[in-house]
């Protein structure tokens, strides 16, 4: 039985606490649920829906869907996750966090629908900001799937344009040990005669099977539309669209012009809907903002700030920090789930890390840092240099132990899981100055 309006939480501290305890499981995936308590609450968007799913790159294209839709005078909802810091980053209206108290109704409203349905952290969460976004005065809604595709509880609503970023290894326990099976599974979001983007340039033939099997409409990156470019621009050419001598997105990163391609393609599948100007397409690029992916932060020593919690995630971060020119040392910040490959992480970032410093987490299924420590120590082989490692109890003390460390033309690179990043942002942006310099600010 739902209980009765005294018993029900207040705030939105306590409807997330009791979430958490409504299933047994933190995961469980299965639509039935989710699809049963959509149609309770009589949960329908009457504005184009676009879905993005994919391994990495899924915060950064929902970033630019919704920083061109806005330069274009839409009226924006965004559900992108997991938060940094707050719940709320997660519900975005027209570019702006809503306000906690707003999702409070709409929490209220899931948990009467639900009934004796049980419902996992995720899937509670993701119907009460999808109300409320159904509910909004919206022009798009732009959904990001949170694992997989298929069974995501995302994928009870049907999208008018699904996009799939890149695929990789990640999530095996619940998606498959090969991209093909993990392509299978996000491919799952398309739907028939609707746009279906692949923006990862070589993807797994099952998902390319899947959409012609369904008859999605099937965009592919190198087929459909494509990207080039020099050091100061790039060029995009979709079916019947092309933009020259655009600047670069304001997020940084090699893997970020495949990512806005994709962005462009939708827009194009979706032009009769969503009619959108070269001029908007410009400044949407050149204004969308993501905190926490490769954002670099200019201090004495520099922060660099990315949420790569996968071995593809940080061969990329690998990729830009080597573009980012000379620094004589690099210090780590890393912290992460026990469920990744934690060792092919380490081994990749080895190289350049000469200093670790490991973080435990706030979270039950997050390896401690001693665990962190003791694998980076069997990856150091004998007749290589012991680095510097230490251990400590959250990522701003490892920060701080970090700037102790480094001199002023160091970088601090901070990386790994999302609370990780949140977890040094949590009281704001740091500003860092080496201690002979000054305090940091």
Not at 101 to 108: D, K, M, T, W
Not at 180 to 201: C, L, N, T, W, Y
Not at 243 to 263: D, E, H, I, K, T
Not at 327 to 356: C, N, Q
């Amino acid at each position: 039985m739902s209980p009765s309006l005294l018993d029900l939480p207040k705030t939105l501290p306590e409807w997330l606490a009791r979430c958490e305890r409504l299933h047994p499981k933190e995961m469980d995936l299965t639509l039935e649920r989710v699809l049963q308590v959509k149609e309770r609450l009589g949960l329908r968007f009457e504005v184009p829906v676009f879905t993005v799913a994919g391994t990495n790159g899924k915060g950064s294209t929902c970033a630019m869907l919704e920083s061109i839709a806005l330069q274009a005078g839409y009226r924006v909802g965004l559900y992108i996750k997991p938060h940094l810091v707050h719940f709320e980053e997660r519900c975005r209206v027209n570019g702006k966090s809503v306000d906690a108290e707003a999702l409070l109704p709409h929490f209220e409203a899931v948990e009467h629908a639900r009934g004796d349905v049980s419902l996992t952290y995720f899937e509670f969460t993701t119907l009460a900001i999808a109300r409320l976004m159904s509910m909004a005065p919206l022009d798009i809604v732009i959904l990001e799937v949170g694992l997989g595709g298929r069974l995501d509880a995302v994928n009870a609503v049907d999208t008018d344009c699904a996009i799939i970023t890149s695929i990789d290894i990640d999530h095996t326990e619940y998606l498959g040990n090969t991209r093909e099976a993990i392509g299978f599974e996000k491919a799952g979001v398309m739907r028939a005669g609707k746009p279906a983007i692949v923006s990862d340039p070589v993807p797994p033939q099952r998902l390319i099977d899947h959409a012609q099997r369904i008859g999605a409409e099937l965009w592919l990156c190198g087929r459909d539309f494509n990207c080039s470019g020099d050091k100061q621009q790039w060029s995009w050419a979709g079916r019947n669209k092309r933009f020259n001598g655009m600047a670069y997105p304001a997020l940084r990163g090699a893997n970020q012009l495949l990512n806005a391609s994709g962005v462009l393609a939708a827009f194009e599948a979706m032009r009769e809907r969503l009619p959108v100007s070269a001029q908007a397409v410009r400044s949407g690029l050149a204004l969308v903002e993501l905190p926490g992916r490769f954002q670099i932060v200019a201090g004495r020593p520099t922060l660099v700030l990315d949420v790569a919690h996968n071995p593809h995630a940080v061969a990329t971060l690998l990729q830009n920090l080597d573009q980012m020119g000379f620094y004589p040392r690099t210090h780590a910040v890393f912290g992460a789930m026990r469920d990744k490959d934690i060792e092919a992480m380490l081994a990749r970032m080895a190289p350049v890390v000469d200093s670790w410093h490991f973080t435990d987490l706030p979270a039950a299924r997050a390896a401690k840092a001693a665990e962190l420590a003791q694998m980076c120590h069997r990856l150091t082989a004998a007749n290589e240099p012991q680095r510097n490692v230490s251990c400590h109890d959250e990522p701003l003390a490892a920060l701080r132990a970090a700037l102790g460390g480094a001199d002023p033309a160091d970088r601090i690179v901070v990386f790994g899981s999302f609370s990780t990043v949140g977890g040094v942002l949590k009281d704001g942006l740091p500003r860092l100055t080496a201690p002979h310099l000054g305090s940091p600010g």
